[in-house]
């Protein structure tokens, strides 16, 4: 019998099952951030539970964590009660942390496939809707609220109905300058912020394959933005390499069989999905965001797209009302348009790949004089080392950047790091909403190479252009 990677995983969790495909699935690993948890240890608390497997739990804060100024107080009040919250629920209950100031602390779904505590075969939640993310390691990992942390951390167990599978084949070769996050927003842009709802997405095909972790990475932190919760890759050698020696890897013979085991975590040749979706790569520009939902995507040299020219009336109003509120124009081209800020960082784009990308660009050049700050935020404190070892920061000091700590940072305004009013952002992070990097800010999303040219230049430019 042929199995698809979902079903392999999915089996292998299930406690029980109930005839219309909903069932009780067992949790391996939970990561746990500050803001998302506090409830949930306050209600296991409250009715005299206790935590069933301390050892799965994974804790760190990274949403509203500072990314300057670690060792003075912390100035917002909700902020600092919820890292200290997590600090206290980990304590008393003997869960393993990254404290703040850990050289290990960043961005959790950095954090857990650095460290190898994102392991191939695991079922793996986290009160975050980007657990997506570590679906790049052959995992059934998932995005989960506060009331279902509190199940898992009594429990282990969630019931979750089965989603349907779909497969995004990727083939042919991506161009020069083009990324995997151009290629994951070029795929939103094909299927539509909600394209992917109730599916789980395995994404395929050779481009897939020579793609680095760290890439694969990007493309599954994005299928929550298609609405797929679960975005998967199989394993291959790659998965393996990157594994090999991390801290909380399988040791000796321990290794041996991880292995052996892993290896079977791959889509059967001949299995079925319910939907299949073929993408040519050589078909992907540099893309960019141009509205308020990570599907309004455009390519760098395309104009803004005419709500007028639209057939679907609710299309056309929300083009019509994210035009205004991006201050922008149909017809118009981005390439035109001034930035106020630059963002390197987040769950998506702050790994050494994108770090080494954007540095490459920026390289012995300065950023524009109408940015008013440029912020390079790696995804966890090693990543931040690496680059350090590599002289990268340097780069970004050089060009006018600011270096800073790790976190979530500018990707969403839970921290010192937002946009003002009015303010226009070439970001590397995943969600455009309205208000998501600071009430009126406007963000445009885009690749590390992207927002790296764009920060020297001012504005968007085709970033294919800087390597002929
Ligand atoms: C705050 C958190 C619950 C949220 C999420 O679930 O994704 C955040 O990380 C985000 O990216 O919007
Ligand atoms: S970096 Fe952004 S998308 Fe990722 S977990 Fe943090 S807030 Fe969410």
């Not at 909903?22 to 690993?29: E, H, S």
């Not at 079977?264 to 141009?290: E, M, R, Y």
């Amino acid at each position: 019998m042929t199995n698809n990677l979902f079903q392999k995983l999915w089996s292998s969790h299930i406690v029980r099952e109930e005839a219309d495909g909903t069932a009780l699935l067992y949790i391996d690993r939970h990561f746990v951030n500050e803001v998302t948890s506090p409830q949930a240890f306050e209600a296991v608390k409250k009715k005299g539970g206790k935590i069933w497997r301390i050892a799965s739990i994974v804790a760190t804060s990274d949403h509203n964590v500072p990314t300057k100024g670690r060792n003075t107080l912390i100035r917002d009040d909700l902020a600092r009660l919820q890292i200290q919250t997590l600090e206290k629920n980990c304590e008393d209950n003997g869960i393993f942390a990254y404290p703040m100031n850990d050289i290990r602390q960043g961005i959790l779904h950095v954090v857990g496939p650095e460290q190898g505590q994102t392991l191939p075969g695991m079922s793996i939640v986290c009160g975050d809707s980007h657990t997506s993310t570590h679906g790049a390691f052959a995992t059934l990992a998932f995005g989960i609220g506060t009331s279902e942390i509190e199940h898992v951390l009594t429990t282990q167990c969630l019931v979750f109905a089965k989603p349907k599978t779909m497969l995004i084949s990727i083939e042919g070769n991506l161009q020069r300058g083009v990324s995997a996050k151009d290629l994951i927003l070029f795929i939103l842009r094909k299927i539509g912020s909600a394209g992917a709802a109730g599916y789980a997405i395995e994404f395929a095909g050779e481009v897939i394959a020579r793609m680095s972790m760290e890439a694969r990475m990007t493309i599954c932190n994005m299928a929550i933005e298609a609405g797929a919760r679960i975005g998967l890759i199989g394993v291959d050698d790659t998965t393996v390499d990157y594994l090999r020696g991390r801290p909380f890897s399988p040791k000796g013979k321990e290794w041996d069989n991880a292995i052996t085991y892993w290896k079977t975590l791959f889509t059967d040749p001949g299995s079925c999905f319910d939907k299949k979706i073929i993408i040519n790569a050589n078909l992907v520009a540099p893309q960019i965001s141009w509205g308020t939902s990570p599907d309004m995507v455009i390519d760098v040299n395309e104009s803004i797209p005419d709500p007028l020219l639209q057939d679907d009336r609710v299309r056309r109003e929300s083009i019509t009302r994210a035009l205004d509120y991006m201050q922008l124009k149909s017809g118009q081209k981005l390439t035109e348009v001034y930035l106020d800020k630059i963002f390197i960082g987040s769950c998506t784009n702050s790994r050494i790949e994108d770090l080494r990308a954007a540095a490459a660009i920026i390289k012995g050049q300065k950023i524009a004089q109408n940015i008013k700050l440029a912020l390079v935020v790696p995804g966890s404190g090693l990543v931040k080392a690496q680059a350090e070892a590599e002289g990268l920061h340097q780069v970004f000091i050089d060009a006018g950047f600011e270096w800073r700590e790790p976190g979530c940072s500018m990707c969403l305004g839970m921290n010192d790091d937002r946009l003002s009013a009015g303010e226009r952002c070439a970001s590397t992070s995943n969600r455009n909403f309205e208000g998501r990097q600071g009430p009126r800010g406007r963000s445009h999303l885009v690749s590390p190479q992207m927002a790296a040219a764009a920060a020297i230049k001012g504005h968007f430019t085709d970033v294919r252009l800087l390597f002929v």
